[in-house]
């Protein structure tokens, strides 16, 4: 049987200090990976200014989180994603965020709490 994985849009919440990229979990999904750099291009393999690979899902989801950025309305996050499902590895092309507006789970992040 042959089954063959689609990437999702990954779903992107930017506050003022802080970034969240996830893709909802599905059966077979081992790593989901961020790449991604604020207001410059970005290359096809290019590990960018945040990057990392996240082993395990939280809540069915694979998230990527940072608070290590500073980010204001009008930025442009340049980013790429790769998935690992079922032992095969699936890289999304470039995409681009600009940031319109902020979160609304900004919240969160300003009280210092995760949730």
């Not at 945040?50 to 069915?60: A, L």
């Not at 079922?86 to 979160?103: C, E, K, Q």
Request: one cysteine or more.
């Amino acid at each position: 049987v042959v089954t063959s994985y689609r990437l999702q849009t990954p779903v992107v919440e930017v506050c003022s200090n802080a970034l969240r990229v996830s893709i909802g979990d599905s059966a077979g999904i081992q790593l989901f990976a961020f790449h991604g750099n604020i207001n410059q291009p970005i290359g096809e393999t290019e590990a960018g200014q945040m990057s990392q690979d996240v082993n395990r899902k939280t809540f069915g989801r694979w998230v990527f989180e940072t608070q290590s950025e500073t980010f204001k309305l009008g930025d442009t996050l340049n980013y790429w994603i790769y998935v690992i499902h079922r032992g095969l590895g699936y890289r999304s092309d470039i995409m681009r965020y600009t940031v319109n507006a902020f979160s609304k789970r900004c919240e969160a992040y300003d009280s210092g709490s995760s949730e």
